[in-house]
């Protein structure tokens, strides 16, 4: 019998440390996972950016999950935006604009009083800033991306890869 038709259980050094040590594998990480704050239904989170003319742009945001009918009112809210024209015939800084816009102004339920109308900032870093915080609790909280590490798939570059890494076990 050849190698490769044995059934060889590949073990994570943190996996063969805990055999070793007698204990469940990652049961403090589990736990810290769990206590990760994107891992629940709304995460609260708060910005403090400063414009180039020194103005401090500081306030306390809480996002929800968006609800598959929520999912529809960011598109139809979009298709608003957009003056009802497809999101094709829209060049791509307006449609990433509108999108950002869309989705921020359903998905937060929280938002101090200079954020009440998102469409009226003057500042793409600063809508940008609240979108990523937002886009990265959906993220985390869905399993797309793993808390514990960098990039969209915890690619430590920050970049994501085609395939993502999703640890159920944990």
């Known amino acids: 019998m050849g190698i490769m038709e044995k059934d060889i259980a590949v073990k994570s050094p943190e996996e063969m440390r805990a055999e070793i040590q007698g204990k469940e594998p990652s049961a403090e990480r589990k736990?810290?996972?769990?206590?990760?704050?994107?891992?629940?239904?709304?995460?609260?989170?708060?910005?403090?950016?400063?414009?180039?003319?020194?103005?401090?742009?500081?306030?306390?945001?809480?996002?929800?999950?968006?609800?598959?009918?929520?999912?529809?009112?960011?598109?139809?809210?979009?298709?608003?935006?957009?003056?009802?024209?497809?999101?094709?015939?829209?060049?791509?800084?307006?449609?990433?604009?509108n999108e950002k816009v869309a989705h921020l102004?359903?998905?937060?339920?929280?938002?101090?009083?200079?954020?009440?109308?998102?469409?009226?900032?003057?500042y793409e870093d600063l809508l940008d800033q609240i979108y990523v915080e937002v886009a990265r609790h959906e993220a985390i909280f869905s399993g797309r991306e793993n808390p514990e590490r960098g990039g969209a798939d915890g690619s430590a570059d920050g970049e994501g890869d085609a395939t993502p890494v999703v640890d159920l076990e944990a």
Do not use: C
């Open 31 to 97: 736990l810290e996972r769990l206590a990760d704050p994107r891992l629940g239904e709304e995460y609260s989170f708060e910005v403090k950016w400063t414009d180039p003319r020194g103005k401090v742009w500081k306030g306390d945001f809480t996002n929800q999950i968006l609800s598959f009918t929520q999912i529809s009112q960011v598109g139809a809210l979009r298709a608003r935006l957009g003056g009802g024209m497809p999101v094709e015939s829209v060049d791509d800084f307006t449609a990433n604009h």
């Open 105 to 122: 102004t359903i998905s937060l339920v929280k938002r101090p009083k200079w954020a009440a109308d998102l469409g009226e900032l003057k």
